[in-house]
Nanobody, 123 residues
Framework: QSQLVESGGGLVQPGGSLRLSCTPS????????IGWFRQAPGKERERVSC????????YYLDSVKGRFTISRDNAKNTVFLQMNSTKPEDSAVYYC????????????????WGQGTQVTVSS
């Protein structure tokens, strides 16, 4: 069964950094776009960032531009989300999800999801 596994979450102080990893089980990421989504308590899920499989194009939520960087290492079959200059409002459960080839705006096109990893930004 194809699934994704996130890791790297935890507690970080405001202004600190974390690197999240997304690794597949049962398939390779080569032909999949990977999106990072987050959901905080009482809030709707939002897409934080995404990276295409075709040309490596990247997309970011406005509130994380300049602070977060998404990257993929096909040799390691892993996608990363580097989170710098973190803020308390970045606290959420972060999920990675896969869609065929490109970062569709329609979230329903992301058909493989991970279980999520908690990120808490607090002093």
């Amino acid at each position: 069964q194809s699934q994704l596994v996130e890791s790297g979450g935890g507690l970080v102080q405001p202004g600190g950094s974390l690197r999240l990893s997304c690794t597949p089980s049962g398939f390779t990421l080569e032909h999949y776009a990977i999106g990072w989504f987050r959901q905080a308590p009482g809030k709707e899920r939002e897409r934080v960032s995404c990276i295409d499989s075709t040309d490596g194009g990247t997309y970011y939520l406005d509130s994380v531009k300049g602070r977060f960087t998404i990257s993929r290492d096909n040799a390691k079959n892993t996608v990363f989300l580097q989170m710098n200059s973190t803020k308390p409002e970045d606290s959420a459960v972060y999920y990675c999800a896969a869609a065929a080839y490109v970062c569709y705006f329609d979230t329903s096109r992301f058909h493989i999801w991970g279980q999520g990893t908690q990120v808490t930004v607090s002093s």
